[in-house]
T-cell receptor, first 110, second 112 residues
């Protein structure tokens, strides 16, 4: 089976940097996704990591260590609009399923 | 571009009633899936399909049926609604099961 852990809630200040961690256990790891979900809305795709290392996309970066079963999402220059839930999801080549963690609710304060 | 379209957006049912949640995509994606989202539980996979005529169970399939007669459509059926099925339901699609998922806007379902 698959097991994905991420913190339930985090808070940060506007303009700061925040790191949201995700640890996972799965057989046949094929890739890790990060999604953003604002309250009352659908999740939207942020990033995808399949190889070890850092993927940078503007203010957002995502890191993966396959050997440690660990990923993080780094948000820089936080803005109020970044207040949302951030969902970590893992895919496996053993199945065609994409399994999500419970999500991290980030609140950004002025 | 429509993307993934879910209908209805809101629905209230009585226990025991049946209902079909509709999902359609116009991106020619082979992979489609249904999730439910409950507070503190995250997104849980109900059923998924890797192509027309092929469906499989996810993490929480009990109480739900699906079919995939066309590439575009992937309806989710509740045969006898129960209060435990009160949730927000999301349909998603992608080219493959390992690709970025495109989500519909969700259906908010309440069962009394």
């Amino acid at each position: 089976g698959q097991n994905i852990d991420q913190p339930t809630e985090m808070t940060a200040t506007e303009g700061a940097i925040v790191q949201i961690n995700c640890t996972y256990q799965t057989s046949g790891f094929n890739g890790l996704f990060w999604y953003q979900q604002h309250a009352g809305e659908a999740p939207t795709f942020l990033s995808y990591n399949v190889l070890d290392g850092l993927e940078e996309k503007g203010r957002f970066s995502s890191f993966l260590s396959r050997s440690k079963g660990y990923s993080y999402l780094l948000l820089k220059e936080l803005q109020m609009k970044d207040s949302a839930s951030y969902l970590c999801a893992v895919s496996s080549y053993n199945t065609d399923k994409l399994i999500f963690g419970t999500g991290t609710r980030l609140q950004v304060f002025p | 571009n429509a993307g993934v379209t879910q209908t209805p957006k809101f629905q209230v049912l009585k226990t025991g009633q049946s209902m079909t949640l509709q999902c359609a995509q116009d991106m020619n994606h082979e992979y489609m899936s249904w999730y439910r989202q409950d507070p503190g539980m995250g997104l849980r996979l109900i059923h998924y399909s890797v192509g027309a005529g092929i469906t499989d169970q996810g993490e929480v399939p009990n109480g739900y049926n699906v079919s995939r007669s066309t590439t575009e459509d992937f309806p989710l059926r509740l045969l006898s609604a129960a209060p435990s099925q009160t949730s927000v339901y999301f349909c998603a699609s992608s080219y493959t099961g390992t690709g970025p998922q495109h989500f519909g806007d969700g259906t908010r379902l309440s069962i009394l």
